[in-house]
């Protein structure tokens, strides 16, 4: 458990290191993830590696979307005045991921 803990916050680090260096505009966490993904696809690390962390950290997931909450009350003002652009970028960008994914397990046959 501590060795997929280690690798889940390795990758985590280097994300928001290579985002810090570079001055990108995405976050850390999002090239963590990225990075760990090519690390299990090109076969780097094994899914068994980091299995054992990973799903105890799904397993209680909806805890980390509780300061995303909090941010959504602090800048309320913000989404009241945009609330429409807001809406209708979150509806566009449902609607196109579930067309690439759906394009996507088309091609691979699943």
Not at 38 to 55: H, M, N, T, Y
Not at 82 to 87: A, S, Y
Request: glycine share 6%; net charge positive.
């Amino acid at each position: 458990m501590l060795k997929s803990l280690l690798y889940i916050f390795g990758f985590l680090i280097a994300g928001e290191l290579v985002s810090w260096l570079f001055q990108l505009p995405v976050a850390g966490n999002i090239l963590g993830m990225l990075f760990i993904f090519i690390a299990l696809k090109l076969k780097l690390i094994s899914l068994k590696d980091v299995k054992p962390a990973s799903d105890k950290l799904i397993k209680y997931l909806v805890i980390f979307f509780i300061p995303y909450g909090v941010g959504l009350m602090v800048h309320f003002n913000l989404i009241a005045e945009f609330w429409l652009p807001i809406t209708v970028a979150v509806i566009f960008s449902s609607i196109l991921t579930l067309y690439i994914t759906a394009i996507i397990l088309e091609k691979t046959g699943k």
